[in-house]
Structures are given as structure tokens and as C-alpha cells.
């Protein structure tokens, strides 16, 4: 039962423009959204979060964006960077709940 | 400062054979978590201990699989008679505590493959 759902296995975006990831989730009892990074060969990393008591969280050039009526979150990365290459991964849990991940999204940022 | 460290980083094994993988949290983080990655899935939660004993191992997929976490810091993952489905990336996560602002921070995970 796939709670989390990232429906765009891949995504290629030119460097310097805005990326967009999408992220849809069933469970209402989600209450808090979290954003990975994992490069190759490495563990993933912790990139951002919101609490369902808000509706959008920014940190630099990332930004999260949630719509509880839609179950739906978003990614906005701007600019884009060749560092930025990389597989997304979605994360939801609900109070003190174990975390579910989606199945990542590919990122290429090109030249 | 020192992340979370799990060893071996790779393991081949063959089938039916026993094996453990080990993972030191970050140290101070009170929360450990395993998750197991197979390839083009995102990590699918096994179990996590708060402290020493097991909070939660809903995940763990059957009776073959079993974790410890003795003194509250270092875990181990066992898995008995291994199948070539158990072949994956085994991750281990830690976290401060079970707080939302407390995320949780992997490691470069184990890959393990049954042959």
C-alpha cells in the first residue's frame, strides 16, 4: 500500500531555471512532510520539512509547498544547479508514526 | 562531527546463510531506525528503537529478520536464512529524538546481495 506517491520517476531541468518535484500522499493522518536528497552510493540527506499547520516552509533556494485539501506536495528548487543532480525522495509520517518515502525522483540539471 | 557509520558496506552472501549488519548512530541520538531500499523503491521502514527496546517493528517483513539495540547506541540487523529476495540496500537512520524538528540523518547504508 504505497501511501506516498511521486509519480515522475525522472526530471530534467536547465541549470539556472526553476525545477518542480510533486509529491501526493492518501494518508490524512500525515501531519508532517519531509524532502531527501541522495546522491549515488550515499545515505539520503535531509533537505527540508513542513508541518501540516503550514502551508509552505522555505530555506535558500528550496521551497515546499502544501496543499492538505489536495494531499499534494511540491518541491521548488530556483536555480537549479548541477549539484543539485540528484534523486528526490518524498517522506510523510503522522505523530510520532514511522516516516514513508515515495519512490524518488530522478533530477538532471543540465548545462 | 561523525555521521551515522554502518558496516559492512557491502555484503554478498549466499542463500540460506546467516548474516548481521551493524550501524552507530550519531552519538547522543536517542532514536534509531532501519529501512531496507531495493532498486527504483524508496526506503521501506523495518524498525525503530527508542533507547534500547524495539517501539515499533511493524516493518520488519517476517520472522527471519531481528534487530538489537543492547546498550542504546550501536545496532545490529540479523537476518537468518537469507532468500535472494532480501537483497537490498539495508539503511540505518538516527535522530535526536522523536521531535518534529528532529530529522532523521542516514548512513551510506549496507548493500547486501544473496546469491
Known amino acids: 500500500d504505497q501511501q506516498v506517491k511521486q509519480n515522475s520517476p525522472s526530471l530534467s531541468v536547465q541549470e539556472g531555471r526553476i525545477s518542480i518535484l510533486n509529491c501526493d500522499y492518501t494518508n490524512s493522518m500525515f501531519d508532517y512532510f519531509l524532502w531527501y536528497k541522495k546522491y549515488p552510493a550515499e545515505g539520503p540527506t535531509f533537505l527540508i520539512s513542513?508541518?501540516?499547520?503550514?502551508d509552505k516552509n522555505e530555506d535558500g533556494r528550496f521551497t515546499v509547498f502544501l496543499n492538505k485539501s489536495a494531499k499534494h506536495l511540491s518541491l521548488h528548487i530556483v536555480p537549479s544547479q548541477p549539484g543539485d543532480s540528484a534523486v528526490y525522495f518524498c517522506?510523510?509520517?503522522?505523530?510520532?508514526?514511522?516516516?514513508?518515502f515515495g519512490a524518488g525522483t530522478q533530477v538532471v540539471v543540465t548545462p | 562531527g561523525a555521521g551515522v557509520s554502518q558496516t559492512p558496506s557491502n555484503k554478498v552472501t549466499e542463500k540460506g546463510k546467516y548474516v548481521e549488519l551493524r550501524c552507530d548512530p550519531i552519538?547522543?541520538?536517542?532514536?534509531l531506525y532501519w529501512y531496507r531500499q531495493s532498486l527504483g523503491q524508496g526506503p521501506e521502514f523495518l524498525i525503530y528503537?527508542?533507547?534500547?527496546?524495539?517501539?515499533?517493528d511493524s516493518g520488519l517483513p517476517n520472522d527471519r529478520f531481528f534487530a538489537v539495540r543492547p546498550e542504546g547506541s550501536v545496532s545490529t540487523l540479523k537476518i537468518q536464512r537469507t532468500e535472494r529476495g532480501d537483497s537490498a540496500v539495508y539503511l540505518c537512520?538516527?535522530?535526536?529524538?522523536?521531535?518534529?524538528?528532529?530529522?532523521?540523518?542516514f548512513g551510506n547504508g549496507t548493500r547486501l546481495t544473496v546469491t
Open positions: 513542513i508541518s501540516s499547520i503550514k
Open positions: 528503537f527508542q533507547g534500547t527496546g524495539a517501539a515499533d
Open positions: 552519538s547522543g541520538h536517542t532514536a
Open positions: 537512520a538516527s535522530s535526536l529524538d522523536r521531535s518534529y524538528n528532529s530529522p532523521l540523518h
Open positions: 517522506a510523510a509520517s503522522s505523530y510520532r508514526g514511522k516516516l514513508q
